[in-house]
């Protein structure tokens, strides 16, 4: 394993954080435990000042600048939570600091980098994605000659998140079975598996992906860095386009297995994990709780660790979020009716719905001639299993419909 960050580097950098970052908590989880006949330990790195573990590899890369780099001012481009990293560590280092993020990052996030960084930093909306604000911010950095501090592909970066692994193993009391982290473009679990292979090698490491942003996975699969032509940006922590030639070169040698979350089962993990033990995380830190599910009959009686990575999420999503969970739990579905033209059509139709069925949107297509026009419906469900039925009694009843939820051009063209 010669390409992983050497254990002295880790120590060096949890030396020059000690003052900075909080030793998160490594919390043994009751009610996940019991669900999955395992013992779950979450580390809690959304309880970090930022919100996220990244003011670790931040600050760290940050510190270690010359007098003569750090007089220039630095840059960086990131979807998020390395925004709100480097903003600290700019205001603390006191180092001017210019921020690339995307157009669509979350208004809560932005105004957190704003609020970090004080007067410190600038922050620069551009692009749709964390790739394109990258490489704007990249430009901007060479032609102005300003260090550039990358969110996971650099060294320094890679051991300060390394930190996170020298205290799970630090503040564990048992031997760690599996180790579950999430990934865009790989730092964490680059820094993290650095020092835990070394120190603890019978560890299975899972690397966990958005569905919508595999990067890493076709990285693996192609034995080099490959670009994804298209992501979802939903998950924004953890969704890159590629990752790092660094991180893949450690991510070869130490990912054990690999899993891929929808992003509508992350919504469904955040939801469960607020309302059932108050603790509030961003769709990238819900997925490695959700990929308990995808491992539930090899865990059994073994010792987990969850990466909580991040707790950056805008109450403005809330709707979005469960609406995404409700469609991935098979609880939303959404169809366009063609009504008979007679009294009494949307009559019979509501009377299909099951006691406990619920419409949860209702609106004709043909905002001008609602008479003869399809209408948009959406229906909830309080069981899934209610869908196939409902199904059955509308093609019994002769209901002229179509089911949008399997049809993406047309749902995204109308939901």
């Known amino acids: ?57 931040a600050y760290y890369k940050m510190s270690q600048l010359s007098k003569e780099d750090a007089d220039k001012g630095i840059v960086c481009a990131s979807a998020g939570n390395h925004a709100q990293g480097v903003a600290l560590a700019c205001s603390i280092l006191q180092i001017k600091g210019t921020i690339y993020m995307p157009t669509t990052t979350p208004k809560q996030k932005i105004n957190r980098v704003r609020h970090f960084g ?13 790739d394109d604000s990258y490489a704007t911010a990249k ?4 032609k102005e000659d300003k260090p550039f501090i990358h ?31 999430s990934v865009g473009g790989g730092g964490l679990l680059a820094g993290i598996a650095s020092y835990v292979k070394v120190v603890s090698p019978d560890t299975k490491i899972i690397a966990v992906e958005a569905t919508g ?23 924004d922590g953890i969704a890159t386009k590629r990752v790092g030639h660094h991180t893949l070169k450690i991510a ?22 607020y309302n059932e033990e108050a603790i509030v995380v961003e769709p990238a830190c819900a997925s490695t709780v959700a990929a308990l599910d995808h491992i539930a009959e090899d865990i059994k009686g073994k010792n987990v660790v969850c990466v909580l990575s991040g707790g950056n999420n805008d109450i403005t999503r809330t709707e979005e979020i469960k ?22 059509a949307l009559r019979e139709f509501l009377n299909l719905l099951g006691p406990d069925d619920d419409i949860a949107r209702f609106e004709y297509t043909k905002k001008n001639n609602r008479d003869s026009g399809p209408a948009l419906v959406g229906v909830e469900l309080k069981d899934p299993a209610d869908f196939q039925p409902l199904v059955d009694r509308m093609k019994a009843s002769n209901i002229d419909f179509q089911h949008l939820n399997n049809s993406p051009l047309l749902f995204d063209m109308l939901v």
């Open 1 to 57: 394993m010669t390409d992983l960050i050497p254990l002295k580097k880790i120590q060096e950098a949890r030396l020059a954080l000690k003052d900075v970052v909080a030793k998160t908590p490594l919390d043994h989880n009751l009610n996940l435990s019991k669900k999955y006949r395992a013992n779950i330990y979450l580390k809690r790195e959304d309880l970090q000042v930022v919100r996220s573990f990244k003011i670790r590899g």
């Open 118 to 130: 004080e007067s410190w930093v600038e922050v620069i909306l551009t692009g749709d994605t964390f």
């Open 213 to 235: 942003a595999p990067s890493l996975l076709r990285a693996m699969e192609a034995g080099e860095v490959v670009e994804l032509e298209k992501i979802d940006g939903f998950a």
């Open 151 to 181: 969110p996971f592909d650099d060294l320094e970066v890679i051991a300060g998140q390394g930190t996170v692994g020298l205290e799970i193993i630090e503040d564990s009391k048992v031997p760690i079975d599996y180790l579950i982290i």
């Open 323 to 344: 609406e995404r969970a409700m469609l991935y739990e098979g609880k939303k579905h959404y169809f366009i009716v063609r009504f008979p033209q007679r009294a009494g």
């Open 252 to 273: 070869q040698q130490v990912v054990d297995q690999h899993i891929l979350i929808p992003e509508g089962e992350m919504c469904a993990k955040i939801l469960s994990l």
């Open 139 to 142: 430009a901007y950095a060479v």
